[in-house]
Structures are given as structure tokens and as C-alpha cells.
């Protein structure tokens, strides 16, 4: 099984500034990673997939990179709605999800 | 408009059984594999099951299989999980999820909110 860690597991940020998550895959996985938001009592949302594309009206301020087995999720210009937790997901063999970045509020 | 209603959860006992039920609509159902992913109370995302556009091929996490069923009623666009031998670990928030492109394995692009699984005797 392919195992994502996920770093940092909190994240103090202000609004306006800039977050970067990072997402580590345990075995190549090429670009085949995606990135969700997730709120408490609501479902995870699609961010970007194929590690780099931003899913149907996402905002420009959510950017993906990577390949292999280092992944990162920048995040330019936090807003009030983007605290959340974050998680990547590997879809290139089976599919496994890291634990998790809580970006919250400094 | 693209939707999944996931139903069917609530209280069951240890070694007990429950049936979850993901109903699709505003898309072509029997196109797109279909996927159950859990979240455990404090815990992260964990995949469960997913299962192809026809329903012939599934796949299945260590740790369901032999207890867990994932099948799919295309004439009525519907998704089901079979839960059987319930545990304490199987007590979740389940959705159901779309993958990508009809492929079996892709990104989600379209979740369900998820129904509730309470193991307790």
C-alpha cells in the first residue's frame, strides 16, 4: 500500500498570506494525486487532480505541483473560507489518502 | 445537477450487518465507476471499496475484505455497501465518491454527504 504523510499536520497562518502544504508518497505515484478541502459537517471538495489542475471553479489562488513522490499545495492569499483541512489522495495504485494539513487561523 | 445521497446508516450491533445505499442522479451512472471512502470519528480519509462502471470488478481495503460488499444497481442508479461481522473500527462517516473520467481509479470529483455508522451493543 502506498502510505501519504502529510506536513505540517497544523498550519498557523494569517489571513492574505501564503500557505504551502506538502504531501510525501511512500512509492512513486507519478502525477496521479489529487488535493480536496474538507469542513467539518460537509464533504471533501475536489481542489486539483493529476497533481497540477485545478478542478471546475476553483479558485486561482490553489495551485498544485510534484511528481514522484513529493507533492505541494500552495495556497497564495489565504481567505476566510480556506480554513480547513487539507488531504492529498494517491490514485496510482489502489487509492490511499495522507492524514491530513489543518490550516487554521493564526 | 450531480448528486449523490447516501442512506442507510444508524446503529448497529457488533457482529451485526447494515446495508448502505448511495442514490446518483443528473449524470450518466452506469458510465462512471463508483467508490466508498470512510472517515472515523477524529481520523482522516480512509478508501473502502470501489467497484467498476458495470459492476464486474471491485476492489476492496485489507481490512473490509470478506466483510464489506460493494455492488451497484445501474437501472436505478444506485450504489450499496454491504456491511457484515460490524466492529467498533468500521464506525465512520461513509461517502460515496466519483472518480474521474469513468476510471476506476482518479480523482473525486463528486461526493455525496455521507451517512453515519455507530457500532454499539
Known amino acids: 500500500e502506498v502510505v501519504m504523510t502529510q506536513s505540517p499536520v497544523t498550519l498557523s497562518v494569517s489571513p492574505g498570506e501564503r500557505a504551502s502544504l506538502s504531501c510525501r508518497a511512500s512509492?512513486?505515484?507519478?502525477?496521479?494525486l489529487a488535493w480536496y478541502q474538507k469542513k467539518p459537517g460537509q464533504a471533501p471538495r475536489l481542489l486539483i487532480y493529476?497533481?497540477?489542475t485545478r478542478a471546475t471553479g476553483i479558485p486561482a489562488r490553489f495551485s498544485g505541483s510534484g511528481s514522484g513522490t513529493e507533492f505541494t499545495l500552495t495556497i497564495s492569499g489565504l481567505h476566510s473560507e480556506d480554513f480547513a483541512v487539507y488531504y492529498c489522495h494517491q490514485y496510482n495504485s489502489w487509492f490511499t489518502f495522507g492524514g491530513g494539513t489543518k490550516v487554521e487561523i493564526k | 445537477e450531480v448528486q449523490l445521497v447516501e442512506s442507510g446508516g444508524g446503529l448497529g450491533q457488533p457482529g451485526g450487518s447494515l446495508r448502505l445505499s448511495c442514490a446518483a442522479s443528473g449524470f450518466i451512472f452506469s458510465n462512471y465507476a463508483m467508490s466508498w471512502v470512510r472517515q472515523a470519528p477524529g481520523k482522516g480519509l480512509e478508501g473502502v471499496a470501489i467497484i467498476g462502471a458495470s459492476g464486474f470488478s471491485a476492489e476492496y481495503t485489507d481490512s473490509v475484505k470478506g466483510r464489506f460488499t460493494i455492488s451497484r444497481d445501474n437501472s436505478k442508479n444506485t450504489l450499496f455497501l454491504q456491511i457484515n461481522s460490524l466492529s467498533a473500527e468500521d464506525m465512520a462517516i461513509y461517502y460515496c465518491?466519483?472518480?474521474?473520467?469513468?476510471?476506476?481509479?482518479?480523482?473525486?470529483?463528486?461526493w455525496g454527504q455521507g451517512t453515519v455508522v455507530t457500532v454499539s451493543s
Open positions: 465518491a466519483r472518480p474521474m473520467g469513468g476510471l476506476m481509479t482518479h480523482a473525486f470529483d463528486v
Open positions: 493529476r497533481a497540477s
Open positions: 512509492q512513486a505515484v507519478s502525477t496521479n
